[in-house]
């Protein structure tokens, strides 16, 4: 069964800080993806990375910044962080390739005081 | 680039009703058509995911439509349980190594 581990299921941070979300998947999956997810929103794409080292911005890249080392390692980065960013962040990975279905982490619940 | 509408937003049915939700997309170059449950407080979990040389698919209550000429499909859920209320999520991908794109969702509330 795929697992998908996001390192923090609850974090709270101040304005301004630099804030790292990790996700981490036992897969071997090539595809990484980062999403947000507010009320009335749905499940907004942040970036995406196909292999390591390699990422596309997603619908709402601003404000965000993320990293790919290795391949089973994705991470988020707030690079200074602000209250409109509070909000569920969800990981997901996904195998290479069409008509494959994406699979989610628990999320980070983040709040940006 | 692809957009998926999903309507409606809220659904409340009465337990051992049936439930329906539908989406739309743009792009008709999308192939695979998978629906996301997600509990309170959960992650989305895939339920069912139908590909686009498939009309139908069922899975014991759960059933899903593809129609490819008008560039829609749907979800029913039949005989409704109050463990069905949730988030449902459609999503679409197109050809090639694409992320989904996902509706906005669909909160649906089964009443005992």
Same mark, same amino acid.
């Given at each position: 069964?795929?697992?998908v581990?996001?390192?923090?299921?609850?974090?709270? =941070?101040?304005?301004?800080?630099?804030?790292?979300l $990790?996700?981490?998947?036992?897969?071997? %999956?090539?595809?990484?993806?980062?999403?947000?997810?507010?009320?009335?929103?749905?499940?907004?794409?942040?970036?995406?990375?196909?292999?390591?080292?390699?990422? $596309?911005?997603?619908?709402?890249?601003?404000?965000?910044?993320? !990293?790919? $080392?290795?391949?089973?390692?994705?991470?988020?980065i707030l690079? !200074?962080?602000? @209250?409109?960013? @509070?909000?569920?962040?969800?990981?997901?990975? !996904?195998?290479?390739?069409?008509?494959? /279905?994406? %699979?989610?982490?628990?999320?980070?619940?983040?709040?940006?005081? | 680039?692809?957009?998926?509408?999903? %309507?409606?937003?809220?659904?409340?049915v009465?337990?051992?009703?049936?439930?329906?939700?539908?989406?739309?997309?743009s792009?008709?170059? !999308?192939?695979?058509?998978?629906?996301?449950?997600?509990?309170?407080? =959960?992650? /989305?979990?895939?339920?069912?995911?139908?590909?686009?040389?498939?009309?139908? =698919?069922k899975?014991?209550?759960?059933?899903?439509?593809?129609?490819?000429?008008?560039? %829609?499909?749907?979800?029913?859920?039949?005989? @409704?349980?109050?463990?069905?209320?949730?988030?449902?999520?459609?999503?679409?991908?197109?050809?090639?190594n694409?992320?989904?794109?996902?509706?906005?969702?669909?909160?649906?509330?089964?009443?005992?």
């Amino acid at each position: 069964d795929v697992k998908v581990t996001q390192s923090s299921r609850y974090l709270v =941070k101040r304005t301004g800080e630099k804030v790292f979300l $990790e996700c981490v998947q036992d897969m071997d %999956h090539e595809n990484m993806f980062w999403y947000r997810q507010d009320p009335g929103l749905g499940l907004r794409l942040i970036y995406f990375s196909y292999d390591v080292k390699m990422k $596309e911005k997603g619908d709402i890249p601003e404000g965000y910044s993320v !990293s790919r $080392e290795k391949k089973e390692r994705f991470s988020l980065i707030l690079e !200074s962080a602000s @209250t409109n960013q @509070t909000s569920m962040y969800l990981c997901a990975s !996904s195998p290479w390739g069409g008509s494959q /279905p994406q %699979h989610f982490g628990d999320g980070t619940r983040l709040s940006i005081l | 680039g692809e957009n998926v509408e999903q %309507h409606p937003s809220t659904l409340s049915v009465q337990e051992g009703d049936s439930a329906v939700i539908k989406c739309t997309y743009s792009d008709s170059a !999308s192939n695979y058509f998978p629906w996301y449950k997600q509990e309170l407080g =959960k992650r /989305p979990q895939l339920i069912i995911d139908i590909r686009s040389n498939v009309g139908e =698919k069922k899975d014991q209550r759960i059933a899903v439509t593809l129609n490819k000429t008008a560039k %829609h499909f749907s979800l029913h859920i039949t005989e @409704t349980q109050p463990e069905d209320s949730a988030v449902y999520f459609c999503a679409a991908k197109g050809t090639g190594n694409t992320p989904l794109v996902f509706g906005k969702g669909t909160r649906l509330s089964v009443i005992a």
